[in-house]
């Protein structure tokens, strides 16, 4: 798996009782770098599609393939959509529909849609309406902040109200005690819930018909934000500061254009005073954020760079941020390793 993704993921994975073998970066999208990957050392791959940029899921043959596609619900690859190469994608409603909450699992056996809806059935809970009604009118709330260009005293308020997470840094603390005991009772969901409920505390709460009508809604208005999302995407890839892959994919409806730039974190102070927020930072690597209990990469360089530099930008809304990005200087790239890296793996499921 990448070393970059979110924090949930990579506790669903230990919840699961498996070991996460961190693969090598791409300097060129923040993906999965497939030739250094080792993939004989490992049974599965779990794909990230970072900000919508398409991992090589034609590379990885002969490995059972689990796609997220949370940042790529729109990308395909070679006419294909991403989320239908591997044995099952998993969708997030929460990011192009801006629907709230909730995802989609889609799996290529129909005996396994059987099984995975039986197992849902049971970590589910009943819904509140009251939490149900809050989300909808919170996610109507953050799209019409987004629109009448709010953005920045809605942010002031979420933090005024205490609504965002504690994080430390741009990760949420890992509390390492509670975590070895959690450990010792994999594979089950519900000791990592601590961990796993980040920004969404209700996520075993079952959908009520509001909610299912209100993600419908946001999934059919896809198609109409789909060309200003493109434009968005060709304006930010002409930027020196631009990951090369946006260049290489300009004509994918990306969730999110990754900028690398020298000062990150003043360009996010910079841009929050115009009105412009950011998120989806998933720094530092997996390898150093839990070290010891996944297998590190043995070429870690590139997604710390990557973690310390990246810059997402909302392709609907580049023109808000564009004043602000062309004038960032690109970042450096990042230091290679006097020696090469080992060419394998300790054996891991």
């Not at 059935?121 to 709330?141: I, Y």
């Not at 609504?163 to 089950?188: H, K, Q, V």
């Not at 690398?260 to 929050?272: F, G, P, Q, S």
């Not at 997996?286 to 392709?315: F, I, K, N």
């Amino acid at each position: 798996m990448s070393p970059i993704s979110a924090d949930e993921i990579i506790f669903v994975v230990l919840a699961a009782g498996l070991l996460p073998v961190i693969a090598p970066l791409s300097l060129l999208d923040g993906n999965i770098e497939v030739p250094l990957a080792l993939l004989d050392s490992v049974d599965a791959v779990l794909t990230t599609n970072l900000y919508g940029l398409p991992d090589r899921v034609t590379e990885l043959t002969g490995k059972i393939l689990i796609e997220d596609v949370a940042h790529a619900m729109e990308t395909t690859v070679g006419g294909q959509p991403l989320g239908t190469f591997g044995v099952a994608g998993v969708f997030s409603l929460s990011k192009h529909a801006g629907a709230g909450s909730g995802g989609v699992l889609a799996v290529e056996h129909e005996a396994d849609y059987r099984a995975l809806k039986r197992h849902r059935d049971l970590l589910l809970r009943p819904g509140s309406l009251r939490r149900e009604v809050t989300s909808v009118l919170t996610s109507t709330a953050r799209r019409t902040a987004l629109r009448l260009n709010l953005v920045r005293p809605a942010l002031a308020l979420s933090r005024a109200l205490g609504l965002e997470e504690e994080r430390e840094g741009y990760r949420i603390d890992c509390r390492r005690r509670a975590l070895s005991a959690a450990l010792a009772e994999t594979p089950r969901l519900p000791p990592f819930d601590a961990w796993v409920r980040a920004d969404l505390h209700h996520y075993r709460d079952r959908n009520g018909a509001l909610r299912r009508w209100y993600q419908c809604r946001r999934l059919l208005a896809l198609p109409r934000e789909r060309d200003a999302r493109i434009a968005g995407v060709h304006r930010l890839a002409e930027l020196p500061a631009a990951a090369e892959g946006v260049r290489l994919h300009a004509d994918q409806p990306l969730f999110r254009v990754p900028l690398l730039v020298e000062d990150r974190d003043a360009a996010i102070a910079t841009l929050e005073r115009h009105g412009v927020a950011t998120g989806y930072l998933y720094d530092p690597p997996y390898d150093d954020y839990l070290p010891g209990l996944v297998t590190p990469s043995p070429a870690p360089e590139v997604a710390r760079w990557w973690a310390r530099h990246v810059l997402p930008v909302d392709p609907l809304y580049a023109h808000r941020a564009l004043p602000i990005v062309e004038r960032l200087r690109p970042a450096p790239p990042p230091r290679q390793p006097a020696t090469a890296p080992p060419t394998t793996l300790p054996n891991a499921g």
